[in-house]
């Protein structure tokens, strides 16, 4: 059974720091592109972030640019999402998300813009930036 786990939320201040992490099971992140979106209230889910099966390629959405990095341990078949100078308005629940690779690549980038490639998702930590 394919199984997706995020931990890793928690409460932090503007310009603070978090690693979300998501623990994959049941298929290895070799055929699987991972994609972290997230969701505020009242707001659409949106794509953050996306490393692809290889892991040779990620993808950020111009609001985690230069602030979050996407990466992975295919030895503990995780992958982990690195916020740094963390604003006001990330605060939102935090989903991982699976894609199997030709469903969620074109050309050699996966796609965040679309959540309908990803076929499984986590339950979702979430992420309150506040002072």
């Known amino acids: 059974q394919l199984q997706l786990v995020e931990s890793g939320g928690g409460l932090v201040q503007p310009g603070g720091s978090l690693r979300l992490s998501c623990v994959a099971s049941?298929?290895?992140?070799?055929?699987?592109?991972i994609g972290w979106f997230r969701q505020a209230p009242g707001k659409e889910r949106e794509g953050v972030s996306c490393i692809t099966s290889s892991g040779t390629s990620t993808n950020y959405a111009s609001s985690a640019k230069g602030r979050f990095t996407i990466s992975r341990d295919i030895n503990k078949n995780t992958v982990y999402l690195q916020m740094d100078s963390l604003k006001l308005e990330d605060t939102a629940v935090y989903y991982c998300a699976a894609a199997y690779w030709t469903e969620a690549t074109v050309q050699t980038l996966c796609v965040i813009t679309q959540s309908a490639p990803y076929e499984y998702w986590g339950q979702g930590t979430q992420v309150t930036v506040s002072s």
């Open positions: 049941g298929f290895t992140l070799d055929d699987y592109v």
